[in-house]
């Protein structure tokens, strides 16, 4: 998953993100379909971040599963939402 301070790239500034306190709103559970399929159903997550040139902002991570066959499966570039 890539992170990159939308403040940043809108001003074509380069910096470096670092995460601050995270926040799980809902559980993780794990398990095995009926064809044997693993699938690891992660909650949504929020994320305080601060950029190298001292922006700070959210980062969302979406409800996600990671088997792509799964009706909860979202992209790997999807599953953030980076906020100002
Ligand atoms: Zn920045
Ligand atoms: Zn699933």
């Avoid at 790239?9 to 910096?15: A, C, D, G, T």
């Avoid at 922006?55 to 980076?82: D, F, L």
Wanted: proline share 2%; with cysteine.
């Amino acid at each position: 998953m890539k992170v990159i301070c939308p403040t940043c790239k809108s001003e074509k500034q380069l910096s470096r993100v670092t995460l601050g306190r995270s926040k799980r709103e809902e559980g993780y559970y794990r398990y095995y379909d009926e064809e044997g399929n693993e699938h690891c159903h992660f909650g949504k997550r929020t994320q305080t971040y601060q950029c190298s040139n001292g922006h700070t902002g959210i980062i969302t991570t979406v409800a996600y599963c990671n088997n792509k066959g799964c009706p909860k499966y979202v992209e790997n570039n999807k599953r953030n939402i980076i906020d100002m």
